[in-house]
C-alpha cells in the first residue's frame, strides 16, 4: 500500500488479511509504552533492580540489573540472557554476559524487548498483553481468527514471553499513517507527540547496514546518503518481508507486507530498496 497526504494512491494484494508482524510487532509496543510513560505508569529512567526484572538462571546480575527502560528501548542494554523468539543468527552473535555495562554497546536483542512486553504488561495494568487459554483459542476459532492471532510465546529458555502479533497490510499503513500525523488521529492525540519524536530518531547505528535505531524503531541512516531513503524516514522492518515506511519528508507511508502463513521467499533488501526507490520516483510527492 501507499499512502499519500492520508490517502491511498495504489494497493494490491490482500491488503485485509491478518497475518504475522515479526518484528514490525515491537513498534507497536514502543507506541505503548509511550502512552504509559506519558500516564506516568512506566519511567524511562527505572531500572531493572527497581522493577523486580529478573530471568531464569543464571539469573541477572548487579550490574544487568542497573539497565534502565531506556537502554531496552535502545536495545543498549548489556543484558544478554537467552531470549525467546529469537532467529539462530540472533543467537549465535549475542555477546557473552557481561562482556558490556549497561548502555554502552547496541546489539538487537530479543531480551530487551521481551522483558519491555513484561515491563507494559505489569505497569500498564489494562491486560494488553496476556497468555490466551483454552477458551479465548476456542473463541477465535469460533470467530475464524488466525490460530496465534493474540498468543504470547513462551519457553525455557526464559521467563520474558514474546507476543507475536498478526495485522493486515491496511491496519499496518493506518498506524504508519498515525505516527506520521505526529501521534494523532482524528483530530485526537493517541500517542504523544513528544513521544513520536523522540522514539523515531537514532541514538544507535547499526554497523553493517548504516541504519539507525530510536526506540524500537529503525531510522534512515544518520548521514543523509544522495538519492537514499530520505532524511527523518523511520522504519517498521520485520522478517520475512515486513515493512512499513514512514516518509515525513513527503507525507507519505508505504508498506509491504509477506504472507508468511504461505512460506513465500523473503524479498532481498536490494529488492525493498528497490520497490521504495520505485516508488519515490512514481511521484510526484513534493517535499513538505
Given amino acids: 500500500m501507499v499512502v499519500h497526504r492520508g490517502a491511498v494512491v495504489a494497493e494490491w494484494g490482500d491488503a485485509a488479511k491478518r497475518t504475522e508482524l515479526a518484528s514490525v510487532r515491537k513498534r507497536l509496543l514502543s507506541a505503548l509504552i509511550g502512552i504509559a510513560v506519558a500516564e506516568r505508569k512506566i519511567s524511562l529512567d527505572s531500572t531493572l533492580a527497581q522493577l523486580g526484572i529478573d530471568d531464569n538462571a543464571p539469573s541477572l546480575t548487579d550490574v544487568e540489573k542497573q539497565a534502565t527502560v531506556r537502554m531496552l528501548l535502545e536495545a543498549r542494554s548489556g543484558v544478554y540472557h537467552a531470549a525467546l523468539y529469537e532467529t539462530p543468527t540472533m543467537a549465535k552473535q549475542r555477546p557473552a554476559r557481561g562482556s558490556h555495562e549497561p548502555g554502552t554497546f547496541w546489539y538487537y536483542n530479543n531480551w530487551d524487548f521481551n522483558a519491555l512486553g513484561t515491563i507494559y ?65 482524528a483530530g485526537k492525540q493517541i500517542v504523544p507527540a513528544d513521544w513520536v519524536r523522540e522514539s523515531t530518531r537514532p541514538y544507535s547505528v547499526q554497523p553493517s547496514s548504516g541504519f539507525g535505531y530510536g526506540y524500537l524503531w529503525w531510522t534512515a541512516p544518520p548521514t543523509p546518503v544522495p538519492d537514499g531513503i530520505p532524511e527523518g524516514t523511520f522504519i517498521a522492518w520485520g522478517a520475512g518481508g515486513q515493512h512499513a515506511f514512514i516518509i515525513p519528508a513527503y507525507d507519505l507511508v508505504v508498506v509491504n507486507r509477506v504472507d508468511r502463513d504461505q512460506n513465500l521467499p523473503e524479498p532481498k533488501v536490494s529488492e525493498v530498496k528497490q520497490l521504495l526507490s520505485l516508488t519515490l520516483k512514481a511521484g510526484p510527492f513534493s517535499r513538505q
Avoid at 172 to 183: D, H, M, P, S
Wanted: proline share 5%; charged share 25%.
Fill in 121 to 185: 504488561e505489569h505497569r500498564d495494568g489494562n491486560g494488553h498483553l496476556r497468555c490466551v487459554g483454552p477458551a479465548d483459542r476456542q473463541a477465535d476459532r469460533d470467530a475464524g481468527l488466525p490460530a496465534g492471532g493474540r498468543r504470547l510465546f513462551s519457553g525455557a529458555a526464559s521467563i520474558h514471553r514474546a507476543y507475536p502479533l498478526r495485522m493486515s497490510a491496511r491496519d499496518l499503513a493506518r498506524f504508519g499513517l498515525l505516527y506520521l500525523n505526529k501521534g494523532a488521529w
